[in-house]
């Protein structure tokens, strides 16, 4: 079963930073996109950042580049996203979800509140 | 950037009806576009991929259809359990989402 936990959530001041995980099982990691996607409260869903699944492409939504860095450890299965210079408009919950050989999202995970207030 | 446009951004209806979301692109993008249906407190979930192309377990009451610029996604016979927000994305470009439409029981 193919399962994806995200971690590393919190409550965090304005220009803080914060590491994302998401720990993935029941499917070869090593073969598949990844991406993370945000909601913030009471909001539609965005889009934020991407990693091929050799780790060797990255892709980030313009709100966020230069301020969030999404990688993998395809040794471990773990997915990442480094966020810095956060802002309260970063306030959300953060999915983690998988790609397919389409590209589209076949699977989420339950995602992990970031809070970013004073 | 593509920008994805659902319509309407908000609908009632009852158990049974028969219901259509609507999404326009503003740029072509083929058939490069996911359908989502997400509950309060939960990851969203694919129901319809490839404009048309139901995902494995979703029961036939829903269809999509489309391409190039207008989507549309049909719920017939509407259940309890259909209730919820459904959001369309494009994967032709940036993966951008629509607003999202939610589905309220009248």
């Known amino acids: 079963e193919v399962q994806l936990v995200e971690s590393g959530g919190g409550l965090v001041q304005p220009g803080g930073s914060l590491r994302l995980s998401c720990a993935a099982s029941?499917?070869?990691?090593?073969?598949?996109?990844m991406s993370w996607v945000r909601q913030a409260p009471d909001k539609g869903l965005q889009w934020v950042s991407a990693?091929?699944?050799?780790?060797?492409?990255?892709y980030h939504a313009d709100s966020v580049k230069g301020r969030f860095t999404i990688s993998r450890d395809n040794s471990k299965n773990i997915l990442y996203l480094q966020m810095s210079s956060l802002t309260v408009e970063d306030t959300g919950i953060y999915f983690c979800a998988k790609g397919n050989s389409e590209d589209w999202f076949d699977r989420w995970g339950q995602g992990t509140l970031v809070t970013v207030s004073s | 950037d593509i920008q994805m446009t659902q319509s309407p951004s908000s609908l009632s209806a009852s158990v049974g009806d028969r219901v259509t979301i609507t999404c326009r692109a503003s740029q072509y993008i083929g058939t490069w576009l996911t359908w989502y249906q997400q509950k309060p407190g939960k990851a969203p979930e694919a129901l319809v991929y490839?404009?048309?192309t139901l995902q494995n377990g979703v029961p036939s009451r829903f269809s999509g259809s489309g391409s190039g610029t207008y989507f549309t996604l049909t719920i017939s016979d509407l259940q309890p359990h259909d209730f919820a927000t459904y959001y369309c994305q494009e994967y032709h470009s940036h993966n951008t989402f629509g607003q999202g439409t939610k589905l309220e029981i009248k």
């Open positions: 990693v091929s699944n050799s780790d060797e492409k990255t």
């Open positions: 029941g499917f070869p990691f090593s073969k598949y996109a």
């Open positions: 490839k404009a048309s």
